[in-house]
Every structure is written in C-alpha cells, then in structure tokens.
C-alpha cells in the first residue's frame, strides 16, 4: 500500500472498470460537492451511485479485476478499498437513476468521470438530511452541503 489514500486514482480506476461493464454510474458525495462548490470538503470515502438495474456481482468482479478490494455490502451500497486504501462507497439506488442520466462530465486528464449536476447533488443532500433515520451528524452535514451548493461559501478573509 501506498503512504496515502488517492481520491483521483480511485475515482479514475473505478471510471475505468465501470466504463469496461458499461455501467451507467456518477460521482456523488463530499467529493462531487468539492467539485461543483470550488471548495475542498473532507470526506471519508468516494461515492458513486451505480443504475440501480446493474448486477451487483458484475460490479464487482469488475472492480475487483481493477484492484478494488470488497470490504462490506449492505441493503443499498457496497464497500470497497482502492488499492492506495481509499475507500469507495457504491450506492444503488434508483431515485439517483434519473440523475446519473443527466451527469455532466469532469475531466481528470486520461479520464471522463461522470457527475451528478449541481441541482440533483442538492436533492440528494436534502433527501439524506431529511431521512428520520440518518445519524443527526451526517444529516447536519448533507445540510451543510445543500448550503455550500446553493452558494453559501465560506470567504476566507471572513472571521467568526
């Protein structure tokens, strides 16, 4: 294993493998709200919601194939660990079908990874803040996140 966890070589080779099953997919999480918000927000893992009608199986012999290793499955996601120990969520779930149709693109050089836009990350982060059975720290988060996207950010020459 490698001294860090690399977010960019996990999104890319994941891209990859997917791409190799032709499995319509977007990043979704604290790194699409980076992405669309212009500002660095720490997160655990890189998330990436699949079409809900892929086979789970397909998803990961291929991901395996690339190097990911399973490390937990679960009603609605799968868990995986890139090869440098980033983890990566795969989320299944078909109310982010209609989303991952309308991804935009974002390009890290070698590779075109697809994005949730900018108005369907909202709604994600709303309807996760809005779950009853959400931890209330993650809630306040997808909260904070739905501000950050509607363009409540930080300047920062501001004090508190």
Do not use: C
């Not at 977010?7 to 699409?32: E, N």
């Not at 194939?65 to 499955?73: H, K, V």
């Not at 070698?110 to 779950?131: C, F, G, N, Q, Y």
């Not at 059975?133 to 501000?147: G, T």
Request: net charge negative.
């Amino acid at each position: 294993m490698v001294d860090a966890a690399d977010k960019t070589a996990a999104l890319t080779d994941a891209t990859r493998a997917l791409t190799t099953i032709a499995a319509p997919h977007a990043l979704i999480g604290g790194v699409a709200v980076g992405v669309h918000s212009g500002v660095p927000r720490a997160t655990a893992d890189t998330d990436i919601a699949i079409a809900s009608g892929v086979e789970r199986a397909t998803v990961t012999r291929a991901l395996i194939a690339a190097g990911f290793r399973l490390t937990g499955e679960f009603a609605h996601s799968m868990n995986f660990r890139h090869p440098t120990g980033e983890p990566v969520q795969i989320v299944f779930d078909a109310a982010f079908d209609a989303m991952i149709d309308r991804a935009e693109r974002l390009d890290l050089g070698s590779v075109s990874v697809p994005i949730v836009t900018k108005p369907d990350l909202i709604t994600m982060k709303e309807r996760a803040a809005s779950d009853p059975a959400r931890r209330r720290s993650k809630a306040l988060q997808d909260r904070a996140d739905a501000e950050l996207l509607r363009g409540d950010v930080p300047d920062p020459d501001e004090g508190w």
